[in-house]
């Protein structure tokens, strides 16, 4: 068995080793066939025991696996919104077919100032006025 007698002792007085006392005081262990003590699980026990396990495993990574999907899925949604989203906020940018078709207006030139133009708090980007100053003025 590859163990001392101090241990086969030890195995025989928990009861994981089968034996028997003679008469005369001489005690008999019985060595399992397996190498492993008998009382400690029965075939069918482990194999009940793995087969629990993998099925406990097996529904693990299927919970895993439906979580991966609903993950990718929702990431998808998202992206798929925010493209249309951009969409959207480019189409509103854009310039509308009437501001296109206007003909620019001419700017004086001025002398240059140290003092800031009231305009020039006004405009927006890309140099534009708002609507209501080009048609009620400055």
Known sequence: MGITKEAVRKRVSRGTLRSDKDQDGTVRVYIPQSGTPAATFDRDELIAELRARIEDLRTDRD????????????????????????????????????????????????????????????????????????????
């Open 63 to 138: 919970a895993w696996r439906d979580q991966a999907r609903r993950s990718d899925y929702m990431a998808s949604t998202a992206l798929d919104r925010t493209r249309e989203l951009e969409n959207r906020l480019r189409e509103l940018e854009a310039p509308a077919p009437s501001e296109a078709r206007e003909s620019p207006e001419t700017v004086e030139e001025e002398p240059q100032r140290a003092e800031p133009r009231p305009d020039a708090e006004v405009e927006q980007e890309g140099g534009q006025r708002p609507w209501w100053r080009r048609l009620w003025g400055p």
